[in-house]
């Protein structure tokens, strides 16, 4: 394992995701985590991330040295890369020399470990406000910027690496090979972190976890669930039973679509229960967001407890084995819900913040070290097609949370009307692939006054919200064509009655979440 320490920024994720497409397992660990216990889990190598703060700032979270002597190799970047210089005795100013975006980064020791290979001046991307302007004792100064006389550094003696800029970024062009060469070059790692061994080690350990027992599956329709249930099935086969909860809160033909194409292409054991009903009578009268997710979540739990008894019944003496319930909570969830990496909680998560305090069955979580490309790469290794694979995602809470006041049946109507024709029109210009996803939301507490024909109307606003994204933690609104924006609008407010205006969110993430709620 390669521990990334996150100093609080954005990065820390993306750099964990790079080293992991070096083909090199990651995992994210705060800051504030004691360098003993960072130690104690035996890391081949630890990064030390960018982050928001200037090495001067009271409460700058700081860097305990005896990391760097622990024979552990350590790669700073831009912040860490500062902690670093500071920590071993070396200079860092706040001397005004700010940078910030693309820059000329010169290497003046052409076959140093890191920069081997690559090209005398490169671009790279650089946000800071402090400089380095002299190495610590021991270490070669390998690059330069025109404001930074020290923007690189090593000490190959004591595996101790460092650059001012983010090779994490794919504006820094030799970035992704600067960071191998400090996995492969400077820490000496073998890649081993493939598609392959990810579903060998799990199947593995799924198997010794459940043993003879049973689990049963959260099915959502989704490429998380989906892929997490092919490879659970993959470890225990007829032990584990699919359980598709139709809550109410999917888009037109979703349903048809998980009982039809995913069966189609695993043979899993499904079963279908029908829940609306008790999700809208438990989502009467409430519009807070979060209780909503709450809500939603919690009768997730009940609904499967509720199949799982079932289960157990036709089971007879075998029943009481049915003790697992599988679910697709990626690693970012894991991260963005505060979980162990002492990261703010934005969202609770369906997957994980929204879960009962009473559960009562043990979780399989099989994708919980996973990114999503990673996720997908698995899906294919698996056997599972595209049109599953490449699904966009769509939140656990459904419709739930993209109608902006109280969930009602009609108002449920008028949102998947709305949503099918967007879908439609999107597929239709073969846009899928390069949206993350869009979702559409109904502001179902505003009314805006519409003529139509010689009739006044007074009808709801829909905001469409397509996006482009990497990873979901960040996005950008999609410049979608006007063309294709006139056609849906002219669409939706023909076809749909009662909306009557149709908007489009261009914010990006952050400031703004991608869904509405
Ligand atoms: P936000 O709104 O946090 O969404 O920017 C990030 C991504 O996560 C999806 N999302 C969810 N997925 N359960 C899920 O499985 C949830 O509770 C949930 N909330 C948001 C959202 O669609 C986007 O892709």
Redesign the pocket.
């Known amino acids: 394992t390669v521990l990334v320490v996150d100093f609080g920024a954005q990065y820390a994720q993306l750099i964990a995701r790079r080293v992991r497409e070096a083909r090199v397992y990651s995992e994210i660990v705060p800051s504030t985590t004691p360098v003993a216990e960072i130690l104690a889990r035996r890391p081949r190598a630890v990064i030390l991330s960018g982050g928001p703060a200037s090495v001067y700032a009271e409460n700058a979270p700081g860097i305990d040295p005896a990391l760097f002597d622990a024979g552990v190799p350590v790669f700073g970047m831009c912040y860490g890369f500062q902690l670093m210089a500071q920590a071993l005795g070396g200079t860092v100013d706040n001397s005004g020399a700010r940078e910030y975006g693309r820059t000329v980064l010169s290497v003046s020791v052409p076959d140093s470990t890191l920069f081997e290979g690559t090209p005398a001046e490169q671009q790279v991307w650089m946000s800071h406000g402090d400089a380095c302007s002299a190495a610590p004792e021991g270490f070669t100064v390998t690059a330069s910027t025109d404001t930074v006389p020290v923007a690189a550094f090593e000490d190959d003696g004591r595996r101790l690496y460092g650059v001012q800029h983010h090779p994490e970024v794919l504006h820094s062009t030799y970035g992704q090979q600067v960071l191998e060469h400090f996995l492969h070059r400077g820490a000496g790692i073998t890649p081993s972190w493939t598609t392959g061994s990810i579903v060998a080690e799990q199947v593995e350990e799924i198997r010794a976890r459940v043993g003879s027992r049973r689990a049963i599956c959260a099915l959502?329709g989704?490429v998380?669930s989906a892929v997490a249930a092919a490879l659970v099935q993959r470890a225990i086969g007829d032990q584990l039973t699919c359980v598709y909860v139709d809550h109410g809160l999917m888009r037109q033909g979703e349903s048809e679509q998980v009982e039809k194409d995913f069966v189609a292409a695993t043979g899993v054991r499904l079963r279908v229960v029908d829940a609306a009903d008790r999700f809208l009578d438990a989502l009467a009268g409430v519009s807070d967001p979060e209780r909503k997710?709450k809500i939603i979540g919690r009768e997730f739990i009940r609904v499967f407890e509720q199949a799982q008894a079932e289960l157990v019944a036709e089971a007879g003496e075998a029943g009481e084995d049915v003790a697992f319930l599988v679910q697709g909570t990626l690693y970012p969830?894991v991260v963005?819900s505060g979980g162990g990496t002492g990261t703010a909680s934005?969202?609770s998560?369906?997957?994980v913040g929204?879960l009962p305090d009473d559960l009562e069955f043990e979780l399989i979580e099989p994708l919980r070290k996973l990114f999503k490309d990673e996720v997908r790469m698995v899906g294919r290794e698996l056997g599972l097609p595209e049109e599953i694979v490449h699904r966009q995602?769509?939140?656990?809470?459904g419709l739930g949370?993209r109608i902006v006041g109280e969930v009602t049946r009609e108002r449920l109507d008028l949102l998947r009307a709305a949503d099918a024709i967007v879908r439609e029109e999107l597929t239709g210009a073969g846009l899928d692939r390069q949206i993350?996803?869009c979702?559409v939301v109904l502001l179902a507490d505003v009314r805006s006054v519409g003529v139509q024909g010689d009739g006044r109307t007074y009808g709801h606003p829909v905001v469409l919200r397509p996006v482009t994204s990497e990873d979901?933690m960040t996005?950008d609104w999609s410049r979608l064509p006007y063309d294709l924006l006139a056609r849906i609008s002219t669409r939706i407010t023909n076809e749909v009655r009662d909306i009557n205006r149709v908007t489009l969110d261009i914010t990006s993430?952050p400031p703004g979440?991608?869904?509405w709620e």
């Open positions: 959502s989704g998380d997710r969830d963005e934005i969202k998560h369906h997957n929204g995602p769509f939140p656990g809470p949370i993350w996803q979702p979901a996005a993430k979440t991608i869904e």
